[in-house]
């Protein structure tokens, strides 16, 4: 399976201020995804990261919050924009087709604080 | 996307088999099922997937019934190290080659000394 890096691993933010959080894969791969989960719950999609394209953002989450870049094939980015206390949570991306295969592998979480 | 129904929690002794099932009755034609595993502050981690009838590798057995409504991950001889989330996903693939999936809530599992 490849590796899939992110980096901060965590942060505590004030609000109104951004972060950009990065996901590097170790290979090349098809899909990159951004998920939220807030503590003890479940992964709630935010976008597909599209590779040359503007990012594809699930109902409730938009660009102007979470501006999304995927310059190449190995390589996205996920910006939590003008931050407020909601947004603490932890930010994972996701990578699929790594090899030729097509079920999703994570990256270890970045965990956000907002004051 | 199918929506999935599994129970909330679970516990075992160590050295027991454990069977979670999921109930997924609007599961699609073309609806591949797959389980993931999530140990605390780590992503979730790929365990098995199946279309229909049994499927097995060296983690877990995966058993899912001719209507396809349901599926029961099976862990063999659990030990403490197995206690975590375990989510049922149902999901198509698309032409990019992925599955499209909406996580539920999970079944957190507790393994016991």
């Known amino acids: 399976s490849a590796v899939i890096s992110q980096k901060p691993s965590r942060d505590i933010c004030q609000r109104g201020t951004s972060l950009t959080i990065q996901c590097q894969v170790d290979s090349q791969v098809t899909m990159m995804f951004w998920y939220r989960q807030q503590p003890g719950q479940s992964l709630t999609l935010i976008a597909t990261a599209n590779q040359g394209s503007e990012a594809t953002y699930e109902s409730g989450f938009v660009i102007d919050k979470f501006p999304i870049s995927r310059p190449n094939l190995t390589f996205s980015t996920l910006t939590v924009s003008n931050m407020s206390p909601e947004d603490s949570s932890i930010y994972l991306c996701s990578a699929t087709g790594l090899a030729g295969q097509e079920t999703q592998y994570f990256g270890p979480g970045t965990r956000l604080l907002v004051l | 996307l199918a929506k999935t129904t599994q129970p909330i929690s679970m516990d075992s002794y160590e050295g027991q088999e454990v069977n979670i099932t999921c109930s997924h009755n609007?599961?699609?034609?073309?609806?591949?099922i797959t389980w993931y595993q999530q140990f605390p502050s780590q992503g979730p981690r790929f365990i098995i997937q199946?279309?229909?009838t049994k499927v097995t590798n060296e983690v877990a057995s995966l058993f899912i019934p001719a209507d396809r409504k349901s599926s029961t991950l099976s862990l063999p001889r659990v030990s403490l190290s197995d206690t975590a989330v375990y989510y049922c996903?149902?999901?198509?693939?698309?032409?990019?080659?992925?599955?499209?999936?909406?996580f539920g809530i999970g079944t957190k599992l507790q393994v016991i000394p």
């Open positions: 609007n599961i699609a034609t073309n609806d591949y």
């Open positions: 996903l149902v999901g198509a693939f698309h032409s990019g080659g992925y599955q499209k999936v909406t």
């Open positions: 199946g279309y229909k």
